[in-house]
Every structure is written in structure tokens, then in C-alpha cells.
């Protein structure tokens, strides 16, 4: 294998919301299952330093890393589907490109001179895409970018591209295009020419795609492939298909019968050997024919918006996969639920999952919700806010302490079972401030989490500002819910469960984020089993 690092650079062109991060992570499949050691990094033009002060309803889901850095959801696919860790090197956004030049501009490492976005704006793009490449660990680093082909904010980010492919010279560099091609039922024909304009705006700016990968709901004809060879300036077998799928799960395997692996690495002038995705494949058929199903209900506020809670339904995917179930996910919506709907809205469910969140918008309906699990012993997995709401529930229902709540909600509540972390009280700025990244966990040995997870210390990733209050954690405990994994150094209340209960557990940190296909985590397939378990006692 070559010794420099090759690069793959992912263009959008035509609309958003296209699937690059799935291209890019499935080619990344692809290139792994042939021996080479593959990263992949996304660039989003958006001026935010990160999206964690970004609302899920603008840009889904915060994915979070085991370093702590606050990502965009694409890289959650990235290690579903590669079960490779990323890292704060794994996204960068025009917002830290600028942070990062304005400070060297500060300190006086320009010597004077006029600061533009060429070079200096690109210079930093390019150091950016470079350093996974340059630690020595990857064979080909594949880079991502954000955004349509022709937007304002992207147009930096393709001058840094143009740049670098000139910098590392021949074979070393291979420019993927994304496209649509749309099909316009009126005419009964396929259209190239949105891709073709979008070519066309990519080579203004002095790209040139080597491989469009079009995204369409019918077949491509091959008059209709070497018409697009042709007029966007790529050879015939650079023409790939990448038609609708049932499951993001079955695009490697698409990709795969399209030649993509193939064609990349012959323009990178590295070997191509048969990719051996066996498992992946074991994954897929039983992801596809599982012999039973459940239903789970989700319970939210950003229920409308699947990408919200991307990393919790990918996780049920796994998990079911490794049960042999189709997992059902029902989302309800919490600020509509109440005592009055609450039996309706939940009593069909064969297990519940109280996911996490901010703020006091339909806190209310999660207790109500996780009053109903605990009293009708449907089994429930609470996550961060999910686990406090369940801390809250029972302060109020079971210890009957008036008022218990968190201080997020109610700064003055007369009972604080949970509270802002000592660390965080004397924190202004909102933006990468939490308690972020894997922390260690101690489990209570024969807890139910120390049989799910078989270990006695546990690394998983967190992202909150508010904590179990340890003052009340003897009182919790008489009244029957107990503190099964606590953080060895701070002693930070990390798991709580209800014994009496056939399984009830809330976890302060988010599992979703560690479950790959090759390794569904053991929390989400335990919870699987135990939503299976109370549908057939039922």
C-alpha cells in the first residue's frame, strides 16, 4: 500500500438532504473491508463553531465523540458503519475556520499582512483536511463537504479542494459529485440536466469530478449514462447508479455492485482486491427478516423530526438485528401527553424510552410517561434526561417529596433531586461548555447493568450540565430505586434501576452513540429482549 496518504473529497450537487455522508461512509466500507485503514471527515459551511448550540430541529441530532468534541449526525454514520472511533479532527466548520485564523491574526503571525479568504481562509481548510492524512495512521482520509455546489458558503471549501488537488499531485486526490437526476412523471423521462449545470457550476470554480454518483429512483439506461459521460467530462464507467434503498444498510452492498470501490481506487492507482463484507451481510439478512417485532414508544419533543434522534433509532436497527426483531419505533410526542391520554398513548407498547433533551418543553409529559412504565412494569430505558425525569418521577410519586424537581426547570424547587454539576456553575458561554466525551463508570456488582454489560468499568459518552444531586441518594435508595454505576473519581450518580421492577433503568450518559453494525450495544439489545419478553408475557 502507497505510504502517502490518498484523499477522497464527496461533493453535493442539484439539492441537499441527497445522502453524502452515506455514500461517503459506504465507500468507506468498501475500501476498510479490502485492507485499507480509511477515515472519513466532514466539512459543514455553516459560521457556527459546532452544532451543539444548534437546535435538532435545524440540524438534527449533536453527535458527540469520544474526545469530546460536538459533531454534525453525519459522523454518527461514519462509525456505524466503519466501528472506527472519530475525533475532534473528524468536523470542522467555517465558524472554526475562522476562530482559528482571526486568533493567529490576533497574535500577529500574519507580519502585517491583509488577511483574505485566499490564501489564508483556504490554507486553514487545507491544514484542516490534512491532519488525519498527516498522523500517519490512515491510507486514504475521505472528505465530506457540506452543503450544494453553487452556495456562497461552500465556495471557500472548493477553492481549498482545487487547491489541494493541484498540492498533492497526480493520483493522490479523486473528486466525487453527488447528484440528482430527477424524473419528471409529466414526460415519463429522466432529466440530466440539473446535473449537468451542477458539473458545470463545479468546474467554474476549477473542480473537475472525476465520478458522479447519481441519486434516482429509477434505473439509469446506459444511453442515458454515456450522455452524462460525455457532457460532464468523465469516463463512462464514473457513471455510477445510486437508486433508492430500503435500508441506508444495503448502500455499500449497492455501491459494491456498481463498481464504486473499484473505479476509486484504479484513479488512485491503488490495488483492488474483492472487499469481504461477510458480516456486514449477516447484519443485513437478519435487518431484513427478522422472525417477530415490538413495538417501542419514543418519547420526545422533537418527535417530528426523525434526524433528531438519529443515533436512538439506528441503535434499535442493531439491537434488533441481533435479536431477530423488527423493532417498531412509535413516537409520542410529551408535550401532548398527560394523565387523561397517557393509558391510550401507551398502554399497547411492549417497552418505552424516555430520550434525552433540554429545557422545560414537555418535561411534564416525560414524568407522566415514566410514571405509567413504573407503575404497569412496561420496561423503560431512560436516557440523560430520560434517567432525571425518572429520578424526578420517583422523588414525587414514591418519596412524595413536594415540588421534586431540577433546577433547570425550577430554579427555587423546595426538592433538587437533580442539579447543576459544581463544575458548570460558573459557566457563561452555552457553546462546547457540558460535561462532553467518554467517562469511566463503575458498576454495582449483580445490577442488572453489571449482567448486560459483563464488565466492572465502563467508558461511555456523555453531553449534559445537570446531575443527579448526591444529597438525596440515600433517600432515593430506601424508597427502592438504586444508583448501580457511579463515576469512580467524582462519584457522579451515572445509572440508576428499580429492582422490583422487570427492567428499569436510566442512564445519565448516551449509549445510541456507541452502537455500530459490528457491535450493537449491549443496553439497547438488553432493553430489545426485554420489550420482546413483556410482548409475549402479555
Not at 71 to 90: C, I, K
Not at 526 to 531: G, H, L, M, Q, T
Request: hydrophobic share 35%.
Amino acid at each position: 500500500m502507497s505510504s502517502n496518504t490518498k484523499y477522497i473529497f464527496v461533493t453535493g450537487g442539484v439539492t441537499s438532504s441527497l445522502g453524502k455522508g452515506i455514500i461517503a461512509a459506504s465507500l468507506a466500507k468498501l475500501l476498510q473491508s479490502q485492507g485499507y485503514k480509511v477515515t472519513i471527515q466532514k466539512l459543514d459551511p455553516y459560521i457556527n463553531v459546532d452544532p451543539g448550540t444548534l437546535n435538532p430541529y435545524e440540524h438534527g441530532e449533536c453527535y458527540v465523540t469520544e474526545d469530546g468534541a460536538e459533531t454534525d449526525l453525519d459522523l454518527g454514520h461514519y462509525e456505524r458503519f466503519l466501528n472506527v472511533p472519530t475525533s475532534q479532527a473528524n468536523n470542522v466548520t467555517t465558524g472554526r475556520i475562522y476562530q482559528s485564523v482571526i486568533q493567529k491574526e490576533r497574535e500577529g503571525k500574519f507580519l502585517g499582512k491583509t488577511v483574505q479568504v485566499v490564501p489564508h481562509i483556504t490554507d486553514e481548510i487545507k491544514r484542516r483536511v490534512q491532519i488525519l492524512g498527516k498522523s500517519g495512521d490512515y491510507d486514504i482520509v475521505i472528505t465530506e463537504i457540506g452543503g450544494t455546489v453553487g452556495d456562497i458558503e461552500s465556495l471557500p471549501y472548493i477553492e481549498a479542494v482545487r487547491q489541494l488537488r493541484w498540492d498533492l499531485g497526480e493520483n493522490n486526490g479523486v473528486v466525487i459529485h453527488l447528484t440528482l437526476i430527477p424524473y419528471l412523471s409529466a414526460a415519463g423521462e429522466l432529466k440530466t440536466k440539473p446535473t449537468q449545470h451542477s458539473v458545470k457550476t463545479l468546474m467554474e470554480s476549477g473542480v473537475q469530478a472525476d465520478i458522479l454518483v447519481c441519486r434516482t429512483e429509477h434505473t439509469l439506461p446506459k444511453d442515458l449514462r454515456r450522455k452524462l459521460a460525455l457532457f460532464c467530462n468523465v469516463t463512462p464507467d464514473s457513471v455510477i447508479q445510486s437508486i433508492d434503498a430500503s435500508t441506508i444498510y444495503d448502500v455499500p452492498n449497492l455501491m459494491l455492485k456498481e463498481g464504486l470501490d473499484k473505479v476509486v481506487l484504479k484513479k488512485l492507482d491503488l490495488e483492488c482486491t474483492k472487499p469481504n463484507i461477510s458480516n456486514w451481510n449477516k447484519f443485513v439478512r437478519r435487518h431484513k427478516n427478522p422472525k417477530s417485532e415490538v413495538t417501542i414508544g419514543l418519547i420526545g419533543k422533537y418527535v417530528e423530526l426523525q434526524d433528531s434522534y438519529k443515533s436512538i433509532l439506528e441503535s434499535f436497527i442493531h439491537a434488533g438485528a441481533e435479536n431477530g426483531v423488527k423493532v417498531i419505533v412509535e413516537s409520542v410526542h410529551s408535550e401532548y401527553l398527560n394523565e387523561e391520554n397517557v393509558k391510550l398513548m401507551l398502554s399497547h407498547l411492549d417497552a418505552v424510552l424516555v430520550a434525552p433533551g433540554f429545557g422545560e418543553r414537555g418535561i411534564e409529559g416525560k414524568i407522566t410517561a415514566v410514571k405509567y412504565v413504573r407503575e404497569n412494569k412496561i420496561p423503560f430505558l431512560g436516557i440523560c434526561l430520560g434517567m432525571q425525569m425518572a429520578v424526578i418521577e420517583f422523588a414525587r410519586n414514591v418519596l412524595k417529596l413536594e415540588g421534586a424537581n431540577s433546577t433547570e426547570m425550577d430554579e427555587d424547587t423546595a426538592n433538587p433531586v437533580i442539579g447543576l454539576m459544581e463544575e458548570q456553575k460558573t459557566i457563561k458561554n452555552k457553546g462546547g461548555t457540558m460535561r462532553l466525551g467518554a467517562w469511566e463508570c463503575k458498576l454495582l456488582q449483580g445490577s442488572k447493568v453489571s449482567k448486560i454489560y459483563k464488565e466492572d468499568i465502563i467508558k461511555e459518552r456523555h453531553r449534559h450540565r445537570y446531575e443527579f444531586n448526591g444529597e438525596y441518594k440515600d433517600q432515593i435508595e430506601q424508597g427502592g430505586m438504586f444508583a448501580t454505576g457511579l463515576n469512580p473519581k467524582t462519584k457522579l450518580v451515572e445509572i440508576i434501576e428499580i429492582p422490583d421492577h422487570p427492567w428499569f433503568v436510566g442512564v445519565q450518559y448516551h449509549p445510541e452513540y456507541k452502537s455500530t453494525v459490528e457491535n450493537p450495544h449491549p443496553l439497547f439489545v438488553a432493553f430489545v429482549k426485554a420489550a420482546l419478553k413483556y410482548k409475549t408475557s402479555k
